[in-house]
C-alpha cells in the first residue's frame, strides 16, 4: 500500500489558500495539529489533517465562526452535524429576508429619483391624496445648516439604524413666515422619509390631499415655489393645513453639483 500523501505547512497553506499564519492559528486554538516531522521537526499535515480542513473551510464558507466549528470537532457526529445545517437555514433565511428589503429599499430609491427627475423640468403643481407615511425625525435645526449631516450621524448611531445616505430622502418642515439672509426659508425640524424605510417611527406625514411641485435649483428657489402652491390653493379654494415640507430627492450626498439638485414642496390642504 502506498503511503499517504504529507504537505509541509507551506504547501499545506498554498493548497486551499489560506496564509501560513492561519495555519498557525489554528494549530494554536487546536483546529488543525499536525504531526511533526521527526527528523527535522517540521509540520507534517496528513489526511486526517486535510479532511479537517475540509469541513473548516466548507464551514466557513457557510458563515460559521471558528468558535462553532471547534464546538462541532469536541462533539463531531451526525446529530450535531445536522445541527449545524439547520443553523445555516435560519441564517441564510435571514440573509435572504434582508437582501429582500435592502432590494425594495433601492427599487424605491430608484423610483423616486425617476419620478422626480422626470417632474423637476415642467415644475407643475400637483394635487395628490397620500396614505399616512412614517419618517424619522433628526431634530431641530439649530444654526447652521451645514450642521445637518452631522446631527444625521448622530441621530443613526444613537438609534442604531443605517445612515442610508442613497435611499433616504432628507426633508425639512418650513416656516413660511421668516427668510434666512440667504433668502430661504427656514427649518423647523430636519426629517427622513424613505418610500422602503429601514427604521421604525411612530410619527407620519398624515393622510390626505397634499399639493406639491417638483423642481432643481436649490433651497433658494423654494419661496418662489411656494408662492406658485398658494396661488393654486388660491384657486382651488384649499387651505394649508401645517408647515410644508420640502423632500430633497437630489442633494449633497449624490452630486456635488447645485444645478443637479432635486426637490419636492409639498402642502397638505383641506
Known sequence: ???PSTYT?????DLYRVSIDTLRYY???GLVVPARNPANGYRAYQWQDFSRLNVIMSLLDM???LAQIKELFGDHCLAKSLDLIEVEVDQLTERIDQLTRKRSKVESCLLELAKSIHAA???RIVLSHHPARPYLSIGPLDGNPQDIPLAVAKKARDLGFPIDAFHSIPCFSLGTATMSDQGEFTSSEILMYSAAPSFE???CFPEGDYLSVTFS??????PKMYRLLCE?????SLAPQGNPVEFWHVHEYISDNPAEYIQTLEQRVA
Open 232 to 236: 393654486a390653493m388660491a384657486a382651488r
Open 27 to 29: 494549530e494554536e486554538i
Open 217 to 222: 435649483g436649490g433651497a433658494g428657489k423654494t
Open 63 to 65: 458563515d460559521f465562526t
Open 121 to 123: 423640468p415642467s415644475e
Open 9 to 13: 505547512i507551506k504547501q499545506t497553506a
Open 1 to 3: 500500500m502506498a503511503r
Open 201 to 203: 417611527s411612530d410619527r
